[in-house]
């Protein structure tokens, strides 16, 4: 069956160093992935597509990677600030599936001055 | 400024009643989609919708219904038959149903006594 993994334990990172999370996924083709953050008791809000072909996506001070032969997706924040504190999720979309989404359980990040 | 609203964003319900929770979204968008949120758990596709009068089921619609009769309006009603219904519900838009950012409301949580 489909699996996405992401970190089930928070990430603590003291501020201005960099974040990195991972998304694994198993049995699945995405022809796309999404990272999108989420606040306690809110909805999520969209961070940064990759395509299949595209290796590196950058926004700001965010960066995404997408390794489809080890089946991977690299989030990672830089100087990441005390703001950046929240849960981020990975979301899969394949070809054909009509926008559904496939989402990990995301990775909550706690940035600490 | 537009956006996808949900309501309420707390219930309560008994064993045995119906619940809906209300989607209504001025973005002009498409597609419209259910998730439910448990602990520990990606997000799960529970309805969506391409287009009005037309919804499929998504991987947890057992317990659930919803009607799409106008574009900003999606509902969701929890029926008695949901065996588990406590969980935080949101609802997303997407304009088109390709590779697009999803636009989720607040949510709703449903706890049921």
């Known amino acids: 069956s489909q699996k996405i993994e992401q970190n089930s334990e928070a990430l603590n990172i003291q501020e201005g160093k960099t974040a990195t999370l991972t998304c694994n996924y198993t049995?699945?083709?995405?022809?796309?992935l999404q990272w999108y953050r989420q606040d306690p008791g809110r909805g999520p809000v969209f961070l940064l597509l990759?395509?299949?072909?595209?290796k590196e996506k950058r926004k700001e001070r965010l960066k995404v990677t997408f390794d489809t032969t080890l089946k991977q997706s690299l989030f990672h924040i830089t100087a990441s600030q005390p703001a950046d504190s929240a849960t981020y999720l990975c979301?899969?979309?394949?070809?054909?599936?009509?926008?559904?989404?496939?989402f990990g359980a995301g990775t909550q990040v706690v940035v600490t001055p | 400024d537009g956006g996808i609203t949900q309501s309420p964003k707390y219930l309560f319900r008994k064993e045995g009643q119906n619940v809906t929770l209300s989607c209504e979204q001025n973005?002009?968008?498409?597609?419209m989609y259910w998730y439910r949120q448990d602990p520990g758990q990606g997000l799960r596709l529970i309805y969506y919708?391409?287009?009005?009068?037309?919804?499929q089921k998504g991987d947890i619609a057992e317990g659930y219904s919803v009607s799409r009769e106008k574009k900003e309006s999606f509902p969701l009603t929890v029926t008695s038959a949901q065996k588990n219904p406590t969980a935080f519900y949101l609802c997303?838009?997407?304009?088109?149903?390709?590779?697009?950012?999803?636009?989720f409301g607040e949510g709703s949580r449903l706890t049921v006594l």
């Open positions: 997303a838009s997407r304009q088109g149903i390709l590779t697009g950012e999803l636009f």
């Open positions: 979301a899969l979309g394949a070809k054909d599936s009509w926008g559904k989404l496939q």
């Open positions: 973005l002009n968008h498409d597609a």
């Open positions: 919708s391409q287009i009005v009068n037309d919804f």
């Open positions: 049995n699945y083709s995405p022809a796309y």
């Open positions: 990759i395509r299949e072909n595209e």
